[in-house]
């Protein structure tokens, strides 16, 4: 499914459109069940690209080769993170490792609406929202004035329950579409932010529950994982795994906001709103862009 970019198409912004595009394809065709020991030779047929053409291209956007990528996707990748790279969110948080990661470059403040705003059910906000290529497949991006408030993924879920989801969040809301005012948030959200342009916020709608969990997740430091027992922890209520699965799973900022980040304690990916193929893509492109 491919849904418009919301650019010009020329000079390098048609230039990054396709390569988003051929990266959406390629991650597709690697994490396919038959495709994951797909050898050079054949991605690259499949990509219309020579071996050396499609390599080029695949470690500019993922910093290592594709067999090395394919590694990350394979079903035990989540479970290696888990015992190699489990971060302690306390212990995060007071050594200031989250700070380090892309998130805290990219988006230099966030804020949550108040409980009595979440209570209105967004009535009296402006939303505005546009689809936008990623290295995940298309992606519904939404913010108000103050900052970007919903992403969503429609490679799995589909572009009409993608969007029905994300504004059955807000029902109150009047919803416009305007996808260049968003663009500059797009770019810097997905990785392609040109130099110059200002950092975007983020504008969390939840309740105080969901607050909490979705600011533990920002704790977790790129290309580290924890799980739904530690952020319950982390919170102040150890008791309540399920709750805090529900509240990672309404996480409205999927991919900036990293959900994908919490595992099982057994190292199961568990679930993914999006879907699990999308989980492990972002995972694996995380643990390629550092190296582990």
């Not at 919803?175 to 500059?184: A, I």
């Not at 919170?235 to 099982?264: E, M, Q």
Request: charged share 20%; proline share 6%; aromatic share 10%.
């Amino acid at each position: 499914m491919n849904m418009p970019m919301p650019m010009s198409k020329t000079g390098s912004d048609a230039e990054k459109s396709y390569y988003w595009q051929l990266m959406r394809r390629a991650i597709e065709r690697l994490d396919a069940e038959d495709g994951r020991d797909l050898t050079l030779e054949g991605i690259a047929a499949e990509m219309n690209l020579s071996p050396a053409h499609f390599q080029r291209m695949f470690s500019r956007w993922a910093g290592i080769s594709p067999k090395r990528f394919q590694q990350f996707l394979r079903l035990g990748h989540a479970k290696a993170l888990l015992a190699e790279r489990f971060t302690t969110l306390d212990t995060a948080a007071e050594t200031g490792l989250s700070g380090g990661g892309r998130l805290h470059d990219l988006f230099v403040r966030w804020e949550a609406m108040s409980p009595g705003e979440y209570a209105r059910a967004g009535e009296g906000l402006t939303i505005f929202w546009g689809w936008f290529e990623s290295p995940f497949g298309p992606a519904l991006v939404m913010a108000t004035s103050k900052g970007i408030c919903g992403i969503g993924f429609a490679a799995e879920t589909g572009a009409e329950a993608t969007m029905e989801d994300l504004r059955g969040r807000w029902p109150k809301a009047d919803f416009v579409e305007d996808p260049m005012r968003l663009r500059p948030w797009a770019l810097a959200a997905f990785g392609a932010a040109d130099d110059g342009l200002d950092p975007a916020p983020l504008f969390l709608i939840g309740a105080p529950f969901q607050i909490k969990v979705w600011e533990a997740l920002l704790a977790i430091p790129t290309g580290h994982v924890t799980t739904y027992g530690e952020i319950a922890a982390h919170i102040g209520a150890p008791k309540a795994v399920r709750a805090v699965g529900t509240a990672v799973g309404r996480n409205p900022v999927s991919w900036l906001i990293p959900c994908h980040r919490a595992l099982r304690k057994t190292g199961g990916l568990g679930g993914y709103h999006w879907g699990l193929p999308v989980k492990r893509a972002m995972l694996a492109h995380e643990a390629a862009r550092t190296g582990l």
